[in-house]
């Protein structure tokens, strides 16, 4: 079975700090894919990134990166400088060849105090 | 481009009426997904469609829900008849492939009183 934890249920931060999103995942799949999504207060979902379990690379966009560890079966998301704007719940998720509905961690609430 | 496009936004209705909700993938678009967020069971699947065909409808809760996709422009998921623990935002998404990102609509939250 597929299976994504977030740990994390809430985190408080004060603006320009950095900060960590955990994401644990657990899959028989050896082909497989992983997402973090942002929901912001209005509710919608946007994609934010995806990695194939072939690619372990570390991505950097602007202010946010990924650290891809199959070893540790981890995907973490964090934010470097932190701004009011990035206050929303952070989705990892899940999914593989044999289905790609995508298999959602319960979200972490990231609050950014100014 | 326009995005995944639900409606109706917002639908409130009573106990035991027939709900549809509607869906507009992005054009080219080979695979469309219906989600469920509520507080208790957060974001599951409910159903996916390839090419308009289902695929995985084991998260569709119970006989009173229904899907489909007769073209590849348009989805609906109907729940007939409603109940109250039928209350949730439901999410309609769309990839162009099945492991690429899925895009997702606004939602439609739905209150079944």
């Known amino acids: 079975a597929q299976k994504v934890t977030q740990a994390q249920t809430e985190i408080s931060v004060v603006e320009k700090e950095d900060v960590t999103l955990d994401c644990v995942y657990e899959t028989r799949d050896t082909t497989y894919y992983l997402f973090w999504y942002k929901q912001p207060p209005s509710g919608e979902l946007v994609f934010l990134i995806r990695?194939?379990?072939?690619?372990?690379q570390n991505e950097i966009s602007g202010r946010y990166s990924w650290n891809f560890q199959k070893s540790t079966s981890s995907f973490n998301f964090t934010i470097t400088a932190s701004q009011v704007v990035d206050s929303a719940v952070y989705f990892c998720?899940?999914?593989?060849?044999?289905?790609?509905?995508?298999?959602f961690g319960s979200g972490t609430r990231l609050l950014v105090r100014p | 481009d326009a995005g995944v496009i639900q409606s109706p936004r917002h639908e409130v209705t009573e106990m035991g009426q027939e709900v549809t909700l509607r869906c507009k993938p992005i054009?080219?678009?080979?695979?469309l997904f219906w989600y469920r967020q509520t507080m208790m069971r957060g974001l599951e699947l409910l159903i996916y469609f390839n090419n308009n065909v289902p695929i995985d409808d084991s998260g569709m809760p119970e006989d009173r829900f229904s899907a489909k996709m007769p073209n590849a422009s348009f989805s609906t998921l109907k729940i007939q008849p409603s109940e109250p623990r039928d209350s949730a935002v439901y999410f309609c998404?769309?990839?162009?492939?099945?492991?690429?990102?899925?895009?997702f609509g606004d939602g439609t939250r739905l209150s079944i009183l």
């Open positions: 998404a769309s990839s162009p492939g099945g492991s690429q990102p899925q895009h």
């Open positions: 990695r194939n379990s072939f690619d372990e």
């Open positions: 998720a899940l999914s593989a060849d044999s289905s790609y509905k995508l298999i």
């Open positions: 054009s080219g678009h080979d695979y």
